[in-house]
């Protein structure tokens, strides 16, 4: 069992849809919780980033963790044709290093 | 002006080959990384230095050798290139303390035949 589970998809949503993307965990002892987005042919970049439990918002994206149930969420409103990329949840002990989930590829049509 | 910069981009290369990929980072971050990315796009690391400082080794065949010549630049060269090795290789850079905040470079695509 991988210790970051992530469901691959594709999730296919039409323009304007609330999506839900989310993680499940193993190791409790993870404490610090990312969402990156990957583009087709790019590297990964940084869109949200928590500590412990408890949500976060920044703009259209919300992310969650709830660290008693091991699983964490992103949540992006009014969901637009430029948010179709890979979603990668990634998580650490301290500042050891990150592991990722394996991405859920999100469509989002027109 | 790039963050993170890697060559080649694209790299196809027949088994038992040697081969280098380079990069390099203008952020004045202390820490770089090198990670795999499969073709099922799982994002796995690989190694990590600090300071020109080896300080992650993940189990990976000692075929691969990174080389931190200075803080900005992390190598990696691969000797006896398998089938296997063939996927997306990023780097990647951190100031100390935010791991989980680190800048990808474009990927060099590795392709083994």
């Known amino acids: 069992q991988k210790e970051v589970e992530q469901d691959p998809g594709p999730l296919s949503v039409p323009e304007g849809a609330i999506v839900s993307l989310n993680c499940t965990y193993s190791?409790?002892?993870?404490?610090?919780f990312m969402w990156y987005r990957q583009y087709s042919r790019k590297g990964p970049e940084l869109l949200m980033y928590t500590y412990s439990s408890g949500n976060k918002e920044d703009g259209r994206f919300t992310a969650q963790v709830d660290k008693s149930s091991k699983y964490i969420s992103l949540f992006i409103r009014d969901s637009q044709p430029s948010d179709s990329a890979t979603y990668l949840c990634?998580?650490?002990?301290?500042?050891?290093?990150?592991?990722f989930g394996t991405g859920t590829r999100l469509l989002v049509s027109p | 002006d790039t963050a993170v910069s890697q060559t080649p981009k694209y790299l196809v290369t027949q088994m038992g080959n040697d081969k280098s990929i380079k990069c390099e980072q203008n952020l004045g971050h202390d820490t770089m990384y090198w990670y795999k990315q499969d073709s099922k796009k799982f994002l796995k690391i690989m190694f990590s230095?600090?300071?020109?400082?080896?300080?992650i080794n993940e189990t990976v065949p000692n075929r691969f050798s990174p080389k931190s010549p200075d803080k900005a630049h992390l190598n990696l060269h691969i000797n006896s290139l398998e089938l296997g090795d063939s996927a997306v290789y990023f780097c990647?850079?951190?100031?100390?303390?935010?791991?989980?905040?680190?800048?990808f470079g474009p990927g060099t695509r590795l392709t083994v035949t």
């Open positions: 230095y600090n300071n020109k400082e080896l300080i």
């Open positions: 990647a850079s951190s100031q100390d303390g935010t791991v989980g905040e680190q800048y």
């Open positions: 190791n409790s002892a993870f404490q610090y």
């Open positions: 990634a998580m650490s002990i301290g500042f050891q290093k990150l592991v």
